[in-house]
């Protein structure tokens, strides 16, 4: 390969540690930003659009074999403009350009390449290319643009016309769009056909977590009992956690497995994945006080805060899935290298219990440690003691991790973005309220201190991104809806914990910025990117939940939480009508509506309210979000409030439950059993 290692480009002064691993490359690349669209102009140049993330393998095999190499940065430097994106810093840009790519092919995935006209407008995308393919497209692109502009043209507002209808909310034709009960039950009936009864999670590969969805499993079982939904929802949690895709040594989640059995992870690991399997691991152990989900909570949370946990309380971005140039190289092992390191008397049971083979389980020879066998099933089949096996196995864990931390780390993507950091901290509340370890908690409240300080500003407006060390205002990004959304909802559900009144007002603050910056009043939902953002050729608006939930959606469950808590009517309509507008959707669009059936499932059936008075409010409430309540809010204080909820209750000594519905409250009552007697919905009552 012929390659220029001495050289460096103007990403080397970037923010973005994915745009600095790109610093040293011979290609001319640009920020996005005026600069480069000016240049562009002037010059009458084509675009390229190179968007991908620290942790992504071929991003970094693309880069290897193309941008690294002078032949190929020769034709990128003469004939385009080329930008390169860091698609977690700007997933605005993202989500334009890969919805040209799939509205070309009909998928997408990164790296994300796309080829623009100078003012922008995408004519072609795709994905990884090989070197000689890649060149290929740049000689022929080249040619046209040079020769057959006007192809290139009609194409380009062929494709910007369909970006701008898919960025287009359906208003439905009838007005009796209901919120009916009959379709958050029958969603679970329509879901069962994709469901894999056998190795948990939905059928084909490769197979992603989807924790939103698995959340609306959680609420319908809890609402239910249905022993269908019971079945499907742990089979998903322990298959997920005996799998590969789980770091069985460090703990975390890979971002998702290549195969159906959860057995071959793609090896990176990302904050918001981790943030939202803690959360629903941490349901999952509300239901059932599963050992193994405890041990998942507690191992993930070791992995956080020993691998993206930085001193200034912000949580890192990601791991890279390759180190020393391979992809899962520092999580494999050998069976000799197992068996050197590991007591010759457990040899036999450890590799069979991790499936640690001579020949190796995957490629190479090497292994990826996953399970059959819960602890105690393994535990019988061997006839063994199942809490000394449990404990033998983890000790025999922590001693290949140490061995394992000796190897060459995975590179670590340390930018803190608000909207992952949100979906951390959330998790950390849920394993605090399942598991009562203060420490999650104590880690909470640093990380929210951190995002007050470092990423809302005075006027309720919200930074995108942070960088540790140097980093000036003029490298940050303007937050998008996720930001907003997701910090709200952390922020109220660590007012449902303390009973802290301030993370409610900033939660407000920052919703009522949303509403005048990102509302789209006539289409009812909410642009992605801020009226006073920068200015795309389209304003997308995200729907969909994905691997994280929609923005929207986010968003709704905001507007309707806190029109619950501050009896806030603007809200609920707004959230209302939302959901209203996608009530077609919910009946037949699957899994990728998990958290609008959550909110469904909130609009038809009782909210029950929860206030506590007195110096005891926090500990009473404690005890009850043991409990999974998906149905109920919990508000409290210790001293005079005024949440309307909480005015005129009694401020006798002691501490007193009032259970409420709508704004009705039963009389008081001071202990916990009492109220949640009358909690409701009752449990199977639908």
């Given at each position: ?74 034709l ?33 995935g990164w ?27 740049l ?7 040079k020769?057959?502009?006007?192809k ?91 799998g590969g ?51 998942i ?91 000394e ?11 290949l ?12 993507d ?45 006027n ?68 992605y ?95 009850m ?32 439950i ?29």
């Amino acid at each position: 390969m012929n390659t220029s290692p001495k050289h460096s480009n103007r990403l080397v002064n970037s923010s973005s540690p994915y745009l600095q691993q790109h610093a040293n490359n011979p290609v001319d690349w640009y920020e996005w930003g005026e600069e480069a669209l000016e240049k562009a102009r002037v010059e009458n140049k084509p675009m390229i659009i190179s968007i991908g993330y620290a942790a992504c393998h071929w991003c970094h095999v693309m880069e290897d074999e193309s941008f690294m190499d002078v032949e190929v940065a020769k034709l990128m430097n003469e004939h385009f403009i080329s930008i390169k994106v860091d698609r977690e810093e700007r997933p605005d840009i993202d989500q334009i350009y890969m919805l040209a790519a799939q509205l070309l092919s009909g998928r997408g995935g990164w790296p994300l390449n796309a080829f623009a006209l100078p003012d922008g407008r995408p004519f072609f995308a795709g994905t990884y290319f090989p070197k000689q393919n890649w060149k290929s497209l740049l000689h022929r692109i080249n040619d046209l643009f040079k020769n057959e502009k006007q192809k290139l043209l009609y194409q380009a507002q062929h494709l910007t016309r369909g970006i701008h209808d898919q960025n287009q909310i359906k208003i439905p034709a009838s007005e009796e769009n209901h919120l009916d009960k009959k379709i958050y039950l029958r969603a679970f009936e329509n879901w069962k056909s994709q469901f894999d009864l056998i190795n948990g999670g939905f059928r084909g590969a490769p197979k992603f977590p989807m924790p939103i969805s698995w959340e609306y499993v959680a609420q319908y079982l809890a609402l239910t009992e249905d022993h269908e939904a019971r079945s499907i929802f742990h089979r998903t949690l322990t298959s997920m956690g005996m799998g590969g895709i789980y770091d069985h040594l460090g703990g975390g989640f890979a971002r998702y497995s290549v195969d159906e059995y959860w057995f071959a992870p793609h090896f990176e690991k990302m904050l918001y994945d981790n943030g939202q399997l803690v959360s629903l691991y941490s349901k999952g152990y509300q239901l059932n006080k599963s050992r193994t989900y405890k041990r998942i909570i507690e191992k993930t949370l070791e992995f956080i805060e020993r691998e993206m946990l930085d001193g200034s309380g912000g949580f890192y971005s990601s791991l890279n899935a390759d180190s020393e140039g391979e992809e899962g190289k520092f999580y494999v092992w050998t069976y000799d290298e197992v068996v050197e390191n590991i007591e010759p008397e457990f040899v036999k049971k450890y590799t069979s219990y991790y499936n640690i083979e001579k020949t190796g389980n995957w490629e190479n020879g090497v292994n990826i440690p996953y399970r059959k066998y819960s602890p105690e099933d393994y535990a019988e089949e061997n006839n063994i003691d199942s809490d000394e096996w449990f404990a033998k196995s983890e000790q025999l864990n922590k001693k290949l991790l140490a061995i394992r931390n000796q190897r060459e780390r995975p590179s670590t993507d340390d930018k803190i973005l608000t909207s992952w950091n949100a979906l951390m901290l959330v998790g950390y509340l849920d394993a605090y309220k399942a598991l009562g370890n203060n420490r999650y908690l104590k880690i909470a409240r640093k990380n929210a201190d951190f995002l007050i300080r470092e990423m809302i500003n005075d006027n309720g407006s919200v930074w995108r991104n942070y960088k540790p060390g140097q980093f000036s205002n003029n490298t940050r990004i303007t937050g998008f809806l996720d930001d907003y959304s997701f910090l709200a909802l952390a922020m109220i559900q660590l007012y449902g914990v303390t009973f802290e009144k301030p993370y409610l007002n900033i939660a407000q603050k920052i919703t009522e910025y949303a509403i005048e910056h990102f509302y789209d009043a006539e289409q009812k939902f909410f642009f992605y990117n801020s009226s006073k953002s920068e200015t795309l050729f389209s304003r997308s608006k995200e729907i969909e939940d994905n691997v994280i939930p929609s923005s929207n959606s986010a968003m709704a469950h905001v507007l309707y939480d806190l029109s619950i808590i501050f009896d806030q009517k603007s809200f609920y309509s707004i959230a209302k009508n939302m959901l209203e507008y996608l009530t077609p959707d919910l009946k037949v669009g699957g899994p990728h509506y998990g958290n609008w059936l959550c909110l469904l499932g909130k609009f038809t059936h009782p909210n029950t309210q929860i206030a506590i008075v007195g110096q005891e409010a926090v500990v009473y409430a404690r005890q009850m979000q043991k409990l999974y309540l998906p149905f109920t809010t919990f508000m409290g204080s210790t001293n005079e409030e005024n949440l309307p909820l909480l005015q005129n209750k009694q401020k006798t000594s002691g501490t007193h439950i009032y259970v409420c519905e709508g704004k009705t409250c039963y009389p008081p009552v001071e202990d916990m059993e009492s109220a949640l007697d009358r909690l409701h919905p009752k449990k199977g009552n639908t």
